[in-house]
Each structure stands twice: as C-alpha cells, then as structure tokens.
C-alpha cells in the first residue's frame, strides 16, 4: 500500500466512490453505514440533493473573485447566521483551525484597539483540540501534537481541572480571552457542564476578557440546537466555526459580536478562498434545510433514541463499554477495550466509527440519518462489541 501522500494519517485500506445519505459504497462495491460523517461534516449525509444542486448551479456561474469585491452569497450567509445567533459580524476562512487562528487574533486586536496591547493571552483546557496550526497546537497544548515542532506559540494559559476558581486564577491583566469548546470533542466528548459555561461567561464579563467558543464540531445543529452554547443559556463574544457548515465543501467562519470585532478592520486579516461563492453556495444550502421548521427537534429526538439505545447496549456489554456520552448526534462510547480495536471490528460489521480521546468511540453521523439506521447501527456495535464481551474490563 505504498503511496505518494504524506502518511499523516493512519488510514485505512477503503477508498469509497460514492455515498448517498448515511451509506458509502467502495470501489469495491461494498457497502459502508457511515457513523462518522467525515467527522462531524457531512452534516446533511452524503449527496443531499438540495447541497448537489446549490453546488452544480454555482459552479456554472461563478467560481471565485476574490474578497477584493462583494460576494452575494457570503452576504447571505453572514446576515443569516448572525439572524440566527447573538453575533454581528461573520469572517469566513477555510478550516477549523483557520476560524479558531482569527478568532485569536480577533481577540488580540479587540484590547489592541481599546489602547491595551498587551493583553494578548488566551486561558485554554486540558483535553482541548483547535486545530494543527502552530498557533492552535499551542492552544490546546496536546504534547502529542506540539513534539518536535519547535518553541511553543507564546500567548496561551492552560487549566487543567475544569474548575471556575482554576480559571479565574489563570485570569492575569493580560488575558484577553478564554477560549473553550462546549463539548470536547477529538478530547473523548466531554461535556462541559451548562453551570461551568454560565460560570465563564461570568468570569469573562468580571474580567472584561471575551469569552471564545470553539464550535467547529458542536455547531450547525450537531447537538440539536444549532449552536451548542443554546443548550446553557448563555452567548460568547466570538465563535469559530467549520466543520458542518458547509455541509463537506471547506469552509470555515469566524462570528462576533459588533464590540468583540471592532479591532479587525480593513487589511487587518484575510483569506484568499474564504467565503468564496462555491463554499457560500453550499453555506447557505445547509442553512436551509437545517433551518427548516422542526429539523432540530428532530436532531434532538434522534439523539436521545440513540443514547437510549447506546445505553441498553452497555448492558449488554458490561466488559466492553464503560459508559455512554454526548448530547444530540454528538455521541462517544467510553470503553473498556482499546478503542482502536474496537474501530476494527467496528469496520468488520461493515460500519464507520471514529476514535476520540480517553478511549472513547466516537459517532456522529448525519444529522439527516434514519430511526432505522440508527438501529442498524446500533446492532453493528452489538455484533462487534460481541468480540470483547469475554475479556476481563
Ligand atoms: C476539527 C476541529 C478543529 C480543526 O478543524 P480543521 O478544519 O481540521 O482545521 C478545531 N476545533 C475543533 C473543536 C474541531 O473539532
């Protein structure tokens, strides 16, 4: 299996031709149920036809033009996604890690512009994933990540306990903002509990910082709101966002508040591809099936079936998984066995599940996938949890 790509990735041996949905066919033709989604970003399944056709009619009109002139559909795409949330202002990249370097550097330029330039740190989370950009590693401070990449980005406060007195004690005169993902999510799904994230929003306004959410992978209605953040009552200054948005084109998007983005102004930062109308094509296509009057609910309703059933299977499976976590169609199965073992005999039953940390299987399928995948699923990790059942937890 000798190849020209970098192996960057531990890949497997499957090179998919097509999907429709939930289900991925190989060259092979074999057929895949597909609980990963490309990892949270084919939101709306593979090939959902309103996309392919948002997609195919912008391609025969008009590729790119640069940010040096008004882009309709990006036009569009911010007044509906600051329509729908507590932001002003959208900024749209190309990644994940892209949304969460701007959202830095929003933050930096927001003290900048009020006289206070050396505020420039950011307090960040143990178990915390932004991204592989020098800056983003150094975020998170996953040592896995940061090896052998040279010197640290300086500008970044880690806490290790998820605790609000941890927090406000790595609060200095130079923090300028926190920076935090609702629910982990490369961490192993961690939940952040709803009074912590109240708690922080607290502390940010106590400490006049600005308060950073990371929803590249909770928002765009993974969790059944479509911003995770929802489910706590509370708003951030700035969101990044990717992932679902467009629905498997790139695209990523930095949202603000009016205050929080008043230190980016003209020539301050920029992207070549963000926002071009190809990604705002798609942008605005998944907004509007995810908009759709009930989807949500729905996301939420399927959610809570699949948990259900996730937890009648660690009955089952007492050896095997430890415990059933998530929110929506964010969902990790903790586990006794290695989760890359687990992942193999996962595939063997003909299905796809992603690992996370603290050996977590992680599953985050379609938000459009069926009761009936759903249960189709769950009886593929019945067969491959199986082979486990007889090990000692
Ligand atoms: C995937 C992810 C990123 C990085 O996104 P890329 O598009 O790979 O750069 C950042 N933050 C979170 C929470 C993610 O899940």
Redesign the pocket.
């Known amino acids: 299996m000798s190849s020209a790509v970098l192996p960057t990735y531990a890949r497997q041996d499957l090179v998919f031709e097509r999907g429709q949905g939930a289900w991925l066919t190989t060259t092979m033709g074999e057929r895949y149920l597909d609980f990963t989604a490309g990892?949270?970003v084919v939101a709306l399944g593979h090939a959902h036809p309103h996309v392919v056709a948002a997609l195919t009619e912008q391609a025969g009109k008009l590729w790119h033009t640069s940010n040096l002139y008004r882009i309709a559909g990006q036009e569009r795409l911010a007044e509906r996604l600051c329509a729908a949330s507590f932001a002003d202002r959208a900024f749209f990249c190309?990644?994940?890690?892209?949304?969460?370097e701007g959202a830095i550097k929003m933050a930096r330029r927001y003290h900048y512009a009020r006289g206070e330039g050396d505020r420039y740190r950011v307090v960040t989370f143990a178990g915390?994933?932004?991204?592989?950009?020098l800056a983003?590693i150094s975020a998170a401070n996953n040592p896995k990540h940061l090896e052998g990449f040279g010197p640290k980005a300086d500008g970044f406060d880690h806490v290790t306990e998820l605790s609000l007195a941890a927090v406000e004690a790595a609060v200095t005169p130079q923090t300028a903002g926190i920076l935090v993902?609702p629910i982990?999510?490369?961490g192993g799904i961690r939940v952040m509990d709803a009074n912590f994230l109240q708690g922080l929003r607290a502390l940010a306004d106590k400490h006049g910082v600005l308060l950073m959410l990371?929803?590249?992978?909770?928002g765009m209605g993974r969790t059944g709101k479509l911003f995770a953040h929802e489910w706590a009552g509370f708003t951030p200054d700035i969101m990044?966002l990717?992932?679902g948005l467009g629905g498997g084109f790139?695209v990523?998007a930095i949202l603000a508040t009016e205050a929080a983005a008043a230190g980016l102004t003209a020539g301050t930062h920029a992207s070549t591809f963000g926002g071009n109308p190809l990604a705002m094509a798609c942008g605005n296509a998944v907004l509007d099936v995810i908009l759709e009057p009930g989807f949500l609910d729905e996301v939420t309703r399927k959610g809570l079936l699949f948990k259900q059933r996730l937890a009648e299977l660690k009955d089952r499976h007492p050896n095997v998984i430890e415990e059933v976590r998530g929110q929506g169609l964010m969902v990790g199965l903790k586990l006794k066995p290695a989760v890359s073992e687990m992942v193999v005999a996962v595939t063997a039953e003909h299905m796809l599940a992603v690992t996370a940390g603290e050996n977590v299987l992680r599953l985050v399928p379609a938000l459009t996938i069926s009761d009936d995948e759903i249960s189709e699923g769950v009886n593929r990790l019945d067969r491959a949890a199986a082979k486990f059942d007889g090990r000692r937890g």
């Open positions: 990892i949270a190309n990644s994940g890690a892209e949304a969460n915390a994933f932004h991204g592989r950009t983003t993902e982990q999510g490369e990371d929803e590249v992978q909770t990044s990717a992932k790139p990523g």
